[in-house]
Nanobody, 122 residues
Framework: QVQLVESGGGLVQAGNSLRLSCAAS????????IGWFRQAPGKQRELVAA???????NYADSVKGRFTISRDNAKNTAYLQMNSLKPEDTAVYYC????????????????WGQGTQVTVSS
């Protein structure tokens, strides 16, 4: 099981940018698909971006064109570059990893890290 630690969140004004990092332990990072999720207060956790082992990316409609997911297998780290942030992007952001893409997308999920808080003020 890959253990993941999220970082890079903060408080920013609308229109600004943040880059989140997801640092993984273990030697199996490169064979896992990676997803960034977020959970806003009172809402369900949702998948906002995913990157497969071969670098294919997919995004939720709400972030398409503003967020970019990437990975650096040599550093065992995935990133989420968030541009043109909106107040509705305010949430705790989590990353997760799975050998199976379908399970990354639909669950079940065995593990969640502490996440990193992103707050966007208007």
């Amino acid at each position: 099981q890959v253990q993941l630690v999220e970082s890079g969140g903060g408080l920013v004004q609308a229109g600004n940018s943040l880059r989140l990092s997801c640092a993984a332990s273990g030697s199996t990072f490169s064979i896992n698909h990676i997803g960034w999720f977020r959970q806003a207060p009172g809402k369900q956790r949702e998948l906002v971006a995913a990157i497969t082992t071969d670098g294919t990316t997919n995004y939720a409609d709400s972030v398409k064109g503003r967020f970019t997911i990437s990975r650096d297998n040599a550093k065992n780290t995935a990133y989420l570059q968030m541009n043109s942030l909106k107040p509705e992007d305010t949430a705790v952001y989590y990353c997760n990893a799975d050998l199976l893409l379908i399970r990354l997308v639909t669950g079940p999920y065995d593990y969640w890290g502490q996440g990193t808080q992103v707050t966007v003020s208007s």
